[in-house]
């Protein structure tokens, strides 16, 4: 085990109190997405440990951050990742985050002791020369939050709510990075943004990390029960006006979080226009 292991890691920027979420975006997005102020793209799935994809987008751009949200460390050895982070780092420096997670068990076969093989996977990064401070931790309970604070710059929640980011920030100290993803529909319309967000939500409701999540947070039985009730909903997904989103949104860096990776529930085609719309109300480039 390497010192970056046991040392306390420096918190990373990206350049902007918020960023893009998305399962795909183009080198052109990119671009448009940076000129709009935001300081970063996180980019969801599990992507394979060859993280060729990442170079076009930076290529694209001059100070955007790309981060993965996240690596899944049942399917994407250790090794090749680690090679991917050290030729994307070394042509782009300090411009890739490496986002790491366990995944869940009902996707994945030889899914087991995900806590141990999580530290298992931090501790092969370590041997391959992956920064700490440049790394984080897909975490939503408090042993995973604690381990993404001790072994990497922090913890990237997904599908949250601001409590439970107040939550989290308690348990990872006031230094460790913390950069919550929040779900955006653009629209005034509550049973719209709510069919929406319920389509999105749809596969979560039946993992049982998330539903976990969700109870200790408050949540109850019928509201976790598919298709999930109104508040469930309302608390994962912002809608209404673009004040109102931006507002929803704040209370995350209220509740102690760094950075807040934005994903607009809409068509590829739709991103950079909805990002647009928001970013006047988020502050960006002011």
Known sequence: MTDSAVRK?????????????????????AKDIEALGYGAVWVGGSPPAELDWVEP????????????????????????VAESFHRIDKAYPGRFLLGIGVGHPEAISQYR??????????????????????RVVAALGPRVLKLSAERAAGAHPYLTTPEHTAQARQLIGPEAFLAPEHKVVLTTDAEKARTVG????????DLANYLNNFKRLGFT???????GSDRLVDALVAYGTTDAIAARLREHLEAGADHVPVQVLARSEDLVPA????????????
């Open 275 to 286: 990002l647009a719309e928001l970013a006047d109300a988020l502050g960006l480039n002011r």
């Open 198 to 205: 319920r389509k999105a939500l749809q596969i979560y409701l």
């Open 9 to 29: 890691p420096d918190p990373v920027s990206l350049g902007s109190r918020f960023g893009s979420f998305g399962r795909k975006v183009t080198p052109e997005q």
């Open 57 to 80: 987008i930076l290529q694209a751009t001059t100070t955007l951050q790309v981060a993965t949200g996240i690596v899944n460390i049942w399917t994407a050895a250790a090794k090749p």
């Open 221 to 227: 039985g019928d509201d976790i029960a598919a298709p």
């Open 113 to 134: 002791k995900p806590y141990d093989a999580l530290t298992e996977y931090l501790d092969q990064l370590d041997e391959y020369g992956v920064p700490a401070n440049r």
